[in-house]
């Protein structure tokens, strides 16, 4: 199988370390890199470069400029892995919450620029599908709380059996093409408008 090649935005104040990063990516087989200097309207650049991947390299990062780079972590919905000389316990976790995928503390060397790029990739992909499946779970939960209103407010309105309510949503999803949480949803609205005390 033949992948791609990544595009990979490099975000470094320091000429010489964004070289290195820069070289070990190109040696690991990334030709698409663009290495910024200037963190200053950097959402715009990320936006203009549509990176695959962002190496975030910070020499000497105080609060303000890691707490800058952290929100910008939680915006970008990409792998970001991220190189710093210095660090503490509550910046780990601060990177860590802000879904940064590889947060290396003294460990910028061209031989790991790689490694640690491929690291950030697989993380990134796991929690992001963790994320989905959470959300389709919660969608799913959300939808089964919505079919067993319905459900009661028609065995309740026509005096019918569970099993009978859920095979009349069933017919009527069907007969419209719609989704079965989708009619129930349309007949707890309606219900509640009927009937307040419903909803």
């Not at 959402?43 to 952290?70: C, G, H, Q, S, T």
């Not at 995928?101 to 790689?114: M, T």
Request: aromatic share 4%.
């Amino acid at each position: 199988m033949i992948r791609k090649s990544l595009t990979v935005l490099v975000i470094d104040e320091n000429h010489i370390r964004a070289s290195i990063i820069e070289a070990g990516l190109r040696e690991a087989g990334h030709e698409q890199v663009t290495v910024v200097h200037d963190v200053a309207g950097i959402a715009r650049r990320i936006a203009e470069i549509e990176p695959d991947v962002i190496v975030i390299d910070l020499e000497n990062p105080n609060r303000d400029m890691l707490e800058n780079m952290f929100q910008l972590s939680r915006v970008v919905k990409r792998p970001i892995a991220m190189f710093v000389d210095r660090s503490d316990q509550a910046s780990i976790e601060a990177a860590v919450e802000a879904g940064v995928s590889a947060y290396v503390v003294d460990g910028l060397r061209q031989e790991r620029v790689k490694p640690i790029l491929d690291m950030a990739i697989s993380r990134f992909n796991a929690f992001s599908r963790m994320a989905r499946e959470l959300e389709e779970a919660r969608s799913e939960l959300e939808d089964r709380k919505v079919i067993d209103r319905a459900k009661g407010i028609l065995m309740r309105s026509r005096g019918l059996s569970e099993d009978a309510a859920y095979a009349l949503l069933r017919k009527t999803a069907m007969n419209q093409n719609r989704k079965i949480s989708e009619i129930a949803q349309s007949l707890v609205t309606a219900a509640g408008l009927l009937d307040p005390g419903e909803s």
